[in-house]
């Protein structure tokens, strides 16, 4: 049987892709091979670490669980799509002062999660953050100053209100 | 991963239609969370993946009808954990899809494919025998209803046939101010198997209900333990005779989470601590 691409419209970070995408291609896999966006890593494969998470229509997800052609009439943001005019989005400016970025291979995943639980609960307290991020690892940090990252994060979005979205 | 075709069929006819000619080398495709990894593990190894997304006639929610609610196939285990209905009335399904996975998993995943996978650790399934629930299957020569004890055969073993598909799950409404409770213990708080999951309800009569996962084959209520129960829950000498009869009804196995005997252990932890939640939710007769 012979397997061909299929096509899809899908809007990444605010810009409509026509793609034409395997089936069996994961929308981690597109992303990075297909559109070039790099931020979003692979690590697992398996759901379990978080690296490719990104943000569905307005909710969390591993890209790597997702195959591409589920994402047609779809809407992705991927960590390309936070910064504005070469201005860093408040979340990406709260990691990089508390110093919650070493290796910096889990970050983009953190910070899309930390965006997704910020568009839906802009006060969270501790336990939701921890809840909220229990689906990203992270080998370096010790997860201690990436909770304080998105306290301060927190703290930067109800200052400027609305900025987050 | 392996290759295959993939197919997003309009309507039940159109889907029903693909599964028969496919067969056994189709895969449903709902939240995909455990089929992409079965299949890039080479579990599986379908010609085709059928997605349920198109699909016009099934549902991503959970319904409230006059009887009871409906869970649909697509309905993802955030959207039943976050549902009032369920939080109110099925408090122990609440806490058991928020149980599963990390937040990513639960908002592709589904309650309905978590019962398919048929694992005996599944936090759902646990939950979801408190609440006598049925299964309504569909194929092209039609629909039947099963419950979901019968629809569970073994590790990942059901009734299901290669042409069919589970398209929603029927809960009647319990006993009004019936309270109930999920517990789970995994190695870690956060995104872990259970190691054991123990569900119970509390009817303000003093019925109970006692539901067991990961120690057996398939989750099961424990029916022996729920008899001596029945009309004097709050007794001490009462409950620890029950957890007896909870901990002789478990066969666990041991493996790299647990070994047998720590599992019977811990059903009777987790059993102690499921009836004090329970019964304090149901006070006086008075169920939160």
Request: glycine content about 8%; overall charge neutral; charged content about 20%.
């Amino acid at each position: 049987m012979m397997i061909e691409s299929i096509p899809i419209t899908v809007e990444v970070n605010g810009t409509i892709q026509r793609l034409k995408v395997m089936p069996h291609h994961s929308l981690a896999v597109v992303i990075r091979e297909q559109l070039g966006l790099l931020g979003t890593k692979i690590s697992c494969g398996e759901g379990e670490c978080g690296a490719c998470t990104v943000i569905l229509d307005g909710k969390a997800v591993n890209s790597c669980m997702v195959l591409a052609v589920e994402a047609d009439g779809c809407s992705v943001l991927t960590i390309e799509g936070l910064a504005k005019n070469g201005e860093l989005h408040p979340i990406q400016t709260a990691f990089i002062e508390e110093g919650a970025v070493q290796c910096g291979f889990c970050t983009p995943g953190m910070v899309m999660s930390t965006k997704a639980l910020l568009d839906e609960n802009p006060e969270p307290e501790e336990e939701q953050i921890r809840e909220a991020l229990a689906g990203n690892l992270c080998r370096c940090t010790g997860y201690h100053r990436i909770i304080n990252a998105v306290h301060a994060a927190a703290r930067k979005s109800s200052v400027h209100s609305g900025e987050t979205k | 991963m392996k290759r295959f075709n993939y197919a997003e069929p309009k309507n039940l006819v159109e889907l029903v239609a693909l599964l028969h000619q496919y067969g056994a080398s189709a895969s449903i495709l709902a939240g995909g969370t455990d089929l992409i990894n079965h299949i890039s593990h080479g579990k599986r190894s379908p010609k085709i993946v059928v997605s349920l997304r198109g699909v016009a006639e099934l549902s991503n929610t959970v319904i409230e009808k006059s009887e009871g609610i409906e869970i649909g196939v697509l309905a993802t285990l955030t959207t039943v954990a976050e549902h009032p209905l369920v939080r109110q009335r099925y408090t122990a399904l609440a806490e058991a899809a928020v149980k599963v996975g990390s937040k990513q998993i639960r908002n592709r995943g589904t309650v309905v494919g978590n019962v398919c996978n048929a694992s005996p650790a599944a936090d759902t399934v646990t939950a979801l025998l408190l609440f006598d629930p049925v299964l309504s299957v569909l194929a092209e020569t039609g629909r039947r209803t099963v419950a979901l004890s019968d629809f569970l055969l073994g590790p990942g073993q059901t009734s299901l046939a290669a042409d069919e598909l589970v398209e929603s799950i029927f809960l009647p409404t319990p006993i009004e101010g019936t309270a109930s409770t999920y517990r789970k213990l995994s190695r870690r708080e956060g995104v872990d198997l259970a190691t054991v999951g123990v569900a119970t309800s509390v009817e303000w009569s003093g019925n109970i209900r006692i539901a067991l996962g990961a120690v057996g084959p398939k989750a099961f209520r424990a029916v022996a333990a729920e008899l001596q129960l029945k009309g004097n829950p709050r007794d001490m000498d009462n409950i620890e005779s029950a957890i007896r009869l909870a901990q002789v009804a478990a066969e666990p196995i041991s493996d790299l989470r647990a070994s047998n005997e720590y599992r019977r252990e811990m059903v009777g932890a987790l059993l102690r601590q499921a009836l004090q939640q329970a019964l304090a939710r149901c006070k006086g007769g008075e169920c939160k």
